[in-house]
């Protein structure tokens, strides 16, 4: 088993956002990062996936990373782009393809989901899954924003109870790419029943980034089999945070529960 991480070109990569791919057995993972985020929130899990032997991919999402300024012309078809790539390139090396996802990267896990009903599984750590409707004025709201011009607001990154732990996040919020991200993530959220894959989905009920309502929508509408854990002592990026050893070692007896081993 073997790191490329460090193979990848990082010129214009912050440090500690670069991408990671490990090299192993025929279980692929594909881990993806939340908005304004990058791959330093979920190097720990896909770590833990390559320990326990599987092949993983951890990309860096278009615009993410780098600096603020490259993420404002991005918006959904951006990511679901890239990640859609990432999971072919994977399927195309492994005889299974597990996806996980935290916050936005939920979001775009459920995506996947849909797109591809072989999945053999999903893991959801805070996931956005707006129910239907509920974003409506929000999203109003953000555009009438950009419609004045606006590009930035307060950032939502590093929301961590761990004091010694923070997510290298963007400061501030690109709203023009949230409202790409709110409408599309609903689209997806309205057919979250067509999704029949066994779901692990882990949720903080102290967040303050995606509502706890989020994941009992989710878990009342989801189409297949799923599994609930409570991260009591975490916030939204649970990854990084208190409960992280437990989301670690329940993601990956998840994925051994539907492969064996």
């Not at 500690?16 to 490990?22: D, F, L, T, V, Y």
Request: charged share 20%.
């Amino acid at each position: 088993m073997t790191d490329s991480s460090e193979d990848t070109p990082t010129a214009e990569i912050l440090p500690g956002a670069e991408p990671m791919s490990i090299s192993g057995d025929s279980t692929g993972v594909l881990v993806v990062h939340g908005f304004t985020g990058n791959p330093q929130s979920m190097r720990g899990l896909a770590q833990a996936f390559g320990d326990a032997g599987f092949t993983v991919e951890l990309p860096l999402l278009p615009g993410h990373g780098t600096e603020l300024a490259d993420m404002l012309d991005t918006d959904w078809s951006d990511w679901s782009g890239a990640v859609d790539e990432a999971y072919a390139d994977l399927a195309a090396r492994t005889d299974k393809v597990f996806v996980a996802g935290l916050s936005m990267g939920g979001t775009l896990t459920l995506w996947l989901a849909q797109q591809h009903p072989e999945t053999a599984g999903i893991v959801l750590v805070n996931p956005a899954c707006l129910p239907p409707g509920s974003s409506a004025e929000l999203v109003a709201g953000l555009q009438s924003m950009v419609d004045a011009g606006e590009t930035l607001m307060d950032g939502i990154g590093s929301d961590v109870a761990d004091p010694d732990q923070s997510e290298l996040a963007y400061g501030q919020t690109p709203i023009a790419p949230l409202v790409s991200l709110l409408t599309n993530g609903e689209e997806v959220a309205k057919e979250i029943g067509s999704i029949e894959c066994p779901a692990l989905l882990l949720t903080a009920p102290q967040d303050h980034v995606v509502a706890p309502e989020q994941g009992d929508y989710l878990a009342e509408h989801y189409g297949g089999t799923i599994e609930r854990v409570s991260l009591d002592r975490s916030y939204h990026v649970a990854t990084i945070d208190y409960d992280k050893e437990l989301i670690f070692e329940r993601s990956v007896e998840f994925v051994r529960s539907i492969v064996g081993g």
